[in-house]
C-alpha cells in the first residue's frame, strides 16, 4: 500500500490510555519512517488536541486533534483504563466508526479492543485482547470470535493485539504487511527488540 504522499498513521491517545500501548507502536512506526521506500508518516492525536495523562502518570502532548490529524491510512486505538469512559461514551463510538469507514486499517491494542466492539467494528469477526479480558471482549459483543492464543489478529481492515507488549509485534507485522518483511526486520534490527526476558 503506497501514495505519492505516504501513508498517514495516526494513534489516538486519550486519558488512562496504557502508556507502552501508545509508545510501543509509536516508537515501531516511527522507525518505520526511517527506513522505508514508501515515507510514512506517524503522529499522536486526541479528541482535542489537548494533552493527556496516561495510565501509570505519563503526561502527552499529542501533535494534533481529531478535527485536523486528516485522512488516515492506519489509525491505532490504545488500551488501558481510559477504555472503560470511551465504551460508554456514544460520541467516541461514532467517530470510531466513522474513521473505520474511511480507513484501510484500524488497529487496536490490548483492551482497545474491547472499545471496537463496543462500537460494532468485530461483530463476528476474530479478535484478540488481554487475556484478562476475554470474557468482557465476549460480553460485549458475543459474535466476537475471541482468539486466546494469538499475540495478534490480522482480519484485513481491522488488527487486534493482546496485552500491552504485544502492541509491538502487531505494529512489525503491519510494517511487514504494509511494506515488506524485509524492512519490518530492519526497523526490529534498529530497535534491538529481539524478546528473551531475562525472567
Given at each position: 500500500?503506497?501514495?505519492?504522499?505516504?501513508?498517514?498513521?495516526?494513534?489516538?491517545?486519550?486519558?488512562?490510555a496504557e502508556?507502552?500501548?501508545?509508545?510501543?507502536?509509536?516508537?515501531?512506526?516511527?522507525?518505520?519512517?526511517?527506513?522505508?521506500?514508501?515515507?510514512?508518516?506517524?503522529?499522536?492525536?486526541?479528541?482535542?488536541?489537548?494533552?493527556?495523562?496516561l495510565a501509570?502518570?505519563?503526561?502527552?502532548?499529542?501533535?494534533?486533534?481529531?478535527?485536523?490529524?486528516?485522512?488516515?491510512?492506519?489509525?491505532?486505538?490504545?488500551?488501558?483504563?481510559?477504555?472503560?469512559?470511551?465504551?460508554?461514551?456514544?460520541?467516541?463510538?461514532?467517530?470510531?466508526?466513522?474513521?473505520?469507514?474511511?480507513?484501510?486499517?484500524?488497529?487496536?491494542?490490548?483492551?482497545?479492543?474491547?472499545?471496537?466492539?463496543?462500537?460494532?467494528?468485530?461483530?463476528?469477526?476474530?479478535?484478540?485482547?488481554?487475556?484478562?479480558?476475554?470474557?468482557?471482549?465476549?460480553?460485549?459483543?458475543?459474535?466476537?470470535?475471541?482468539?486466546?492464543?494469538?499475540?495478534?489478529?490480522?482480519?484485513?481492515?481491522?488488527?487486534?493485539?493482546?496485552?500491552?507488549?504485544?502492541?509491538?509485534?502487531?505494529?512489525?507485522?503491519?510494517?511487514?504487511?504494509?511494506?515488506?518483511?524485509?524492512?519490518?526486520?530492519?526497523?526490529?534490527?534498529?530497535?534491538?527488540?529481539?524478546?528473551?526476558?531475562?525472567?
Open positions: 500500500m503506497s501514495t505519492d504522499g505516504g501513508l498517514h498513521i495516526g494513534i489516538f491517545v486519550f486519558d488512562e502508556e507502552l500501548d501508545v509508545v510501543g507502536p509509536f516508537e515501531v512506526l516511527a522507525a518505520w519512517e526511517q527506513h522505508s521506500a514508501i515515507k510514512p508518516h506517524v503522529s499522536t492525536f486526541s479528541h482535542d488536541g489537548e494533552g493527556v495523562r501509570k502518570g505519563l503526561r502527552m502532548v499529542p501533535a494534533r486533534s481529531a478535527d485536523d490529524v486528516g485522512p488516515l491510512h492506519l489509525l491505532v486505538h490504545p488500551g488501558g483504563w481510559g477504555t472503560r469512559a470511551l465504551i460508554a461514551d456514544p460520541g467516541h463510538l461514532e467517530w470510531l466508526r466513522m474513521v473505520h469507514a474511511q480507513t484501510p486499517v484500524v488497529a487496536a491494542v490490548c483492551t482497545g479492543t474491547l472499545v471496537l466492539a463496543a462500537a460494532g467494528l468485530l461483530a463476528g469477526r476474530p479478535a484478540t485482547t488481554h487475556r484478562d479480558h476475554y470474557d468482557e471482549l465476549a460480553r460485549i459483543d458475543p459474535s466476537v470470535l475471541v482468539d486466546t492464543e494469538a499475540r495478534f489478529v490480522d482480519d484485513g481492515d481491522v488488527v487486534t493485539s493482546a496485552g500491552v507488549s504485544a502492541g509491538i509485534d502487531m505494529a512489525l507485522h503491519l510494517v511487514a504487511r504494509l511494506e515488506s518483511p524485509e524492512v519490518a526486520r530492519q526497523v526490529r534490527g534498529a530497535l534491538q527488540y529481539d524478546p528473551d526476558p531475562p525472567v
